[in-house]
């Protein structure tokens, strides 16, 4: 099962953000955070039901949409600015008192390497169970690098998973 979802992301996740619309860009902008790190910058994309549809092709977009009403993911891309040793294992969210350590899935590159300038980095963070989305988190990478998501209400209501049909 890990493998048939890990290859559907590979296929869905197979061209840069970068080729994705403007609109689409404007539309994950608000769930994106930046992790500036030593020699790897790294962006964040909280994947919920509104960013699923923008970064997911059917029928991985299904699959993506139900889980992320499940547990908090995110996807995870970057590319190397000069020579890293990198450890895709080491990713924490941390909310309040508790703290849940990432399970990655990679993509390309996202795993403990050593990786070249140029290389680009693409995976996915799994952390487990849903956390409060009200309330801001962090994400750490190592001991030194973090960034801080923080969603308005407004944003909050638009990751709702829709009410079923009755």
Request: glycine letters at 6%; hydrophobic letters at 40%.
């Amino acid at each position: 099962m890990k493998k048939v979802f890990l290859a559907a992301c590979l296929f869905a996740l197979s061209l840069p953000l970068t080729l994705v619309g403007q609109n689409a860009t404007e539309q994950l902008k608000d769930y994106t955070q930046l992790m500036p790190g030593n020699g790897i910058e790294l962006t964040l994309i909280h994947i919920n039901p509104k960013t699923a549809a923008v970064l997911f092709q059917p029928p991985t977009l299904y699959q993506m949409r139900a889980r992320s009403t499940a547990t908090t993911m995110l996807y995870v891309q970057g590319e190397v600015k000069k020579d890293v040793e990198f450890d895709s294992t080491n990713f924490t969210l941390t909310q309040g008192s508790d703290s849940l350590t990432g399970k990655p899935s990679n993509i390309s590159h996202f795993e403990k390497a050593k990786l070249s300038k140029g290389t680009r980095v693409d995976g996915i963070l799994d952390f487990g169970k849903t956390i409060d989305l009200s309330k801001p988190f962090t994400i750490k990478h190592g001991p030194k690098d973090s960034a801080e998501f923080k969603f308005t209400e407004a944003q909050v209501a638009s990751m709702a998973p829709a009410a079923a049909a009755k």
